[in-house]
DNA sequence: TTCCAGGGGTAGA
DNA sequence: TCTACCCATGGA
């Protein structure tokens, strides 16, 4: 067992990140609530999975255990160390949206939570699949349908690594129907793995955040099995904001919050965003986690394992 | 039973 | 570009 400790920006609150949104439910991350400790399955230098867990001991740092045996390598710290500052964010300059928070008064808790950046899984190919697993199901139940899959990946300590898109070609579009469930979505996830493997596809652009908006949004829109609304999501999480994604949780939202319970067309919600600019897809984020799962004075009940 | 969820692909206009 | 229609799954 190996232990790293690391600062993180006086605006991060790791409760907040851990809880932005549904992929701390989703393997191979395991949130313990009691401890509040997330452990994930990552990998280190040489490709082989390592369980990490990763708390908070006290605002600004993170304690970081990794349970190997023997010493990790130099080369094995500085991934696992890219890899934890990938998935919380930490680099992710927020300061101008806690800037506008403090100017609205609903959102004002926003900044003193050390909200707005989301959890990140290490790479684009799991993002891709858990939202393709998202789509059209209640979230629950994409949940399970993730944790399926994330069962195909290798196992390590009770855990399962998240699969490599060589595991899901080999395991085939039958495995993803019978065994987990993926219904309609199993295809487009091969067909994506597939690409992947036979390096027709390529994500590294979008991993180092070489695509700009329009350009990153057409890559995502390129997946068979990304439409707008997921498309603009996983925009949202690789840090482009100025753009809602609407889906049928922002409908649900913001019909009793802001239309006194009659439903609005898209273009009545983007209007209502659009005061808020290149912040304008973490103003509402944020506003409806608070209002409606984090509760008032921080985390009172927020759900596990799934929200509805 | 019927509806629909954190939609998207496709064909046809 | 917009609109029907279809697509698995499973909870409500």
Redesign the pocket.
């Known amino acids: 067992m190996t232990k790293m400790t690391m600062r993180t920006p006086e605006d991060f609150g790791f409760l907040a990140v851990v809880y932005s ?2 992929w701390y439910q989703c393997p191979p991350f395991h949130w313990d609530a009691e401890e509040k400790t997330l452990t994930r399955v990552a990998r280190d230098a040489t490709g082989q999975p390592v369980v990490l867990r990763i708390r908070e001991p006290r605002r600004g740092t993170l304690e970081i255990q990794a349970d190997v045996e023997g010493k990790l390598t130099d080369a094995d710290r500085r991934k696992l160390r890219s890899d934890v500052r990938q998935m919380l964010q930490l680099d992710r300059e927020i300061a101008g949206f806690h800037d506008l928070c403090r100017r609205h008064e609903h959102l004002a808790a926003i900044p003193e939570l050390g909200a707005g950046r989301f959890l990140r899984c290490p790479s684009v190919w799991e993002e891709l699949v858990k939202s393709i697993c ?8 994409a949940v399970r349908m993730i944790s399926r899959v994330a069962e195909l990946g290798e196992p390590v300590e009770g855990y399962h690594a998240w699969p490599t898109p060589e595991r899901i070609a080999e395991a085939g579009e039958e495995t993803l ?1 019978e065994q987990c ?1 993926l ?2 979505r199993a295809p487009y996830i091969i067909e994506l793995a597939a690409s992947l493997r036979d390096g027709s596809l390529d994500l590294g652009p979008i991993e180092r955040g070489e695509l700009e908006g329009p350009d990153l949004r057409k890559a995502f829109l390129a997946v ?8 603009d ?1 996983l925009m949202i999480l690789n840090g482009v904001a100025d753009r809602l994604s609407i ?3 922002v409908y ?1 939202f913001v019909k009793d919050r802001h239309f006194g319970g009659r439903r609005p067309s898209a273009a009545e919600i983007e209007q209502l965003y659009e005061p808020y600019g290149e912040w304008r897809a973490l103003a509402y984020w944020f506003e409806a986690m608070q209002e409606y799962w984090w509760g008032p004075a921080g985390f009172d009940f927020v759900p596990d394992p799934g ?2």
């Open positions: 949104h549904g998202g789509t059209n199901v209640q979230w629950s139940q129907r469930r219904g309609y068979k099995g990304v439409g707008p609304a997921t498309a999501y889906d049928s949780a649900a929200r509805e």
